[in-house]
């Protein structure tokens, strides 16, 4: 029997890029304005932050800035990363702090969904083996090593595994080498699989579409990841939630609501 509360969805920031790099070989030249999220993810046994977003500091220092998002060397460009967006604030607005996160849980260490580590600093942090690795060797661009430099109480997995009653780690690789999403079954609606980077948009789940970006070019994997996520959707009356889709994310609830 599952333990969750409650899901809520947290939008860290904002990023405008070429929808290429969401679907493989399709839409070049077509600017998108995809959402940067988050999800708190309140269960009986404590809080599980799914994701923690940019780093803020690499956004809004000019020195920073120019660094790590150079467009001579680093073709996606800055997201738009407001200071209330930083996940503190989020959590302030429900009473509490990074310490009263429990774990966080990292799809992947991309600087959208790992820059944040620096503001939930102590929590235990779950990443796969074959993810880190790719992201010390700097497997690509997306990878700031400084993202996940600190001495950070890493718990490195290898596989699916159960994070609590009613949330499940699923492997789902292709976009990054030790790509995961995440099962969460809740306690009155259909169950929600966050999709992380195995699909960016709907569209990626809907018509079968790999990411733009693939580890080592391996597209077949990433679909592979796409089928089986639908596959589990199909079998458990799961809802697919993609990670980027910015006319999905407003179909959600707004936080500090949730979804139950």
């Known amino acids: 029997m599952t333990q969750v509360l409650r899901i809520r969805p947290l939008l860290t920031a904002t990023h405008r890029y070429d929808k290429s790099l969401s679907t493989?070989?399709?839409?070049?030249?077509?600017?998108?304005?995809?959402?940067?999220?988050?999800?708190l993810i309140e269960t009986r046994n404590g809080r599980i932050l799914f994701d923690v977003?940019?780093?803020?500091?690499?956004?809004?220092?000019?020195?920073?800035?120019?660094?790590?998002?150079?467009?001579?060397?680093?073709?996606?460009?800055?997201?738009?990363?407001?200071?209330?967006?930083?996940?503190?604030?989020?959590?302030?607005?429900?009473?509490?702090?990074?310490?009263?996160?429990?774990?966080?849980?990292?799809?992947?260490?991309?600087?959208?969904?790992?820059?944040?580590?620096?503001?939930?600093?102590g929590t235990e942090v779950h990443v796969q083996q074959d993810e880190i690795a790719s992201a010390r060797r700097g497997d690509d661009a997306a990878y700031f090593a400084a993202d996940f430099a600190g001495d950070y109480p890493w718990k490195i997995q290898q596989g699916e595994y159960d994070l609590a009653p009613g949330v499940r780690a699923i492997s789902s690789p292709?976009?990054?080498?030790?790509?995961?999403?995440?099962?969460?079954?809740?306690?009155?609606?259909?169950?929600?699989?966050?999709?992380?980077?195995?699909?960016?948009?709907?569209?990626?789940?809907?018509?079968?579409?790999?990411?733009?970006?693939?580890?080592?070019?391996?597209?077949?994997?990433?679909?592979?990841?796409?089928r089986k996520l639908k596959r589990l959707g199909r079998e458990e009356h799961a809802e697919l939630w993609p990670n980027h889709d910015m006319a999905f994310y407003r179909t959600l609830k707004q936080f500090p609501e949730f979804h139950e």
């Open 24 to 39: 493989r070989n399709r839409g070049q030249g077509e600017i998108i304005h995809a959402p940067i999220l988050a999800y």
């Open 53 to 121: 977003g940019c780093d803020y500091a690499k956004i809004a220092d000019p020195s920073l800035r120019a660094e790590y998002f150079d467009p001579e060397t680093f073709a996606f460009g800055a997201p738009d990363m407001q200071e209330p967006q930083r996940l503190p604030h989020h959590l302030a607005q429900l009473g509490l702090t990074p310490a009263d996160v429990d774990v966080v849980f990292l799809s992947h260490l991309h600087f959208d969904h790992a820059g944040g580590l620096c503001d939930v600093c």
């Open 174 to 226: 292709g976009h990054t080498a030790g790509h995961m999403s995440l099962w969460v079954e809740l306690p009155k609606g259909a169950p929600v699989i966050l999709c992380g980077d195995a699909a960016d948009l709907k569209e990626n789940i809907e018509q079968e579409i790999a990411p733009g970006l693939c580890w080592q070019d391996r597209a077949d994997l990433a679909l592979e990841s796409i």
